[in-house]
């Protein structure tokens, strides 16, 4: 299947974007309309920060588990995602790259390496609703960033 790549720009610098996708829990904050019943495992953050939760997406319900398997600060994190059973193997690219004007532009692209038979029939209606997930994911991680730093300046 073909990935799918969403992004937004915001004010915040790479390195405050970085510094607030690196902690595995901070996840949930923008996620959390359609990932559920966080449970955390290993460090806070960093490669080998693990969660697993549940996913309701497209009228399926599935748990999933969320490790990082690289990182390189400021610019990426790749979480690489197990679920449907073992069935749906995926990463998620977080790539943050400086703007001109200042702020940075946050991409996330979601790749299947593996997927279930159903998802692969389907597979232009499943990307659609990832897309449109993943894009409200970008315009709420914009918002929770807003706050982080604007908490973190006070």
Do not use: C
């Not at 790749?111 to 970008?138: D, G, I, Y």
């Amino acid at each position: 299947m073909k990935s799918v790549t969403v992004s937004i720009d915001v004010p915040q610098t790479p390195a405050q974007v970085y510094d607030f996708l690196d902690v595995m829990a901070h996840h949930e904050r923008f996620t959390d309309h359609y990932l559920t019943d966080w449970r955390y495992d290993g460090p806070g953050r960093g490669i080998g920060s693990r969660a697993t939760v549940t996913a309701a997406l497209g009228g399926v319900t599935s748990d999933v588990v969320i490790e990082v398997v690289e990182a390189e600060a400021p610019r990426r994190l790749v979480e690489r995602n197990i679920s449907a059973a073992g069935r749906r193997l995926a990463h998620g690219t977080y790539t943050i790259e400086p703007l001109p004007t200042g702020g940075s532009r946050i991409s996330f692209t979601y790749a299947w390496t593996r997927a279930p038979l159903a998802e692969r029939l389907l597979a232009p209606a499943v990307r659609a609703t990832m897309r449109r997930a993943n894009h409200t994911v970008m315009q709420r991680l914009a918002a929770e960033l807003a706050r982080h730093v604007s908490a973190a300046n006070r």
